[in-house]
T-cell receptor, first 108, second 115 residues
Framework: TQLLEQSPQFLSIQEGENLTVYCNSS?????LQWYRQEPGEGPVLLVT?????EVKKLKRLTFQFGDARKDSSLHITAAQPGDTGLYLC????????FGAGTTVTVRA | EAQVTQNPRYLITVTGKKLTVTCSQN?????MSWYRQDPGLGLRQIYY???????DKGDVPEGYKVSRKEKRNFPLILESPSPNQTSLYFC??????????????FGPGTRLTVT
């Protein structure tokens, strides 16, 4: 049983469109991290959110941590082919627990 | 360049033949861990180490061993590999911020196939 549920599992969109990926849990986390993994490589940390309700922006990526610190979302504005990859959320308590990931494909 | 290295990157072996996957980091991180990644299951932690000579089981430790004799190295050992250990393996290292978060730096992965 996944502690963190990510949805959707797969997402394919056209370049220029927006997308949102969700990460949900029944558990409260002290912080939540988002990683992006490209084929043949290890995950790379994008952001860490700590405070309930926190919003962080990284260029065209917007990350939000739910008020109750049980869920998070990642929104990409005007997606580009370079955004293609597997997006993983990870909840942090005494260790990291990863979701199964959302595979995002941005078509040119 | 700060990095986590793993070797080999690809390995095909047979059931029962002992193997070791090496992991090394040059960031002086105290915390290191091993994960396996399987389709639909995400990353699952196998073992982790808080420091030299301190190791503990993660979520899926059966069939694996680790050691941490030096801070920079954290090898993963499969004494008698079985086909259900066919997977993509990642080593990661972390520093621990004062707020308690682990920000993990991952190696490039080792794809293991056990026939």
């Amino acid at each position: 049983t996944q502690l963190l549920e990510q949805s959707p599992q797969f997402l394919s969109i056209q370049e220029g469109e927006n997308l949102t990926v969700y990460c949900n849990s029944s558990s409260v986390f002290s912080s939540l991290q988002w990683y992006r993994q490209e084929p043949g490589e290890g995950p790379v940390l994008l952001v860490t959110v700590v405070t309930g309700g926190e919003v962080k922006k990284l260029k065209r990526l917007t990350f939000q941590f739910g008020d109750a610190r049980k869920d998070s979302s990642l929104h990409i504005t005007a997606a580009q082919p370079g955004d293609t990859g597997l997006y993983l959320c990870a909840g942090a308590e005494y260790k990291l627990s990863f979701g199964a990931g959302t595979t995002v494909t941005v078509r040119a | 360049e700060a990095q986590v290295t793993q070797n080999p990157r690809y390995l095909i072996t047979v059931t029962g033949k002992k193997l070791t996957v090496t992991c090394s980091q040059n960031m002086n991180h105290e915390y290191m861990s091993w994960y396996r990644q399987d389709p639909g299951l995400g990353l699952r932690q196998i073992y982790y180490s808080m420091n030299v000579e301190v190791t503990d089981k993660g979520d899926v430790p059966e069939g694996y061993k680790v050691s941490r004799k030096e801070k920079r190295n954290f090898p993963l050992i499969l004494e008698s590999p079985s086909p259900n250990q066919t997977s993509l393996y990642f080593c990661a290292s972390s520093f621990l911020r004062t707020s308690g978060m682990y920000e993990q730096y991952f190696g490039p992965g080792t794809r293991l196939t056990v026939t």
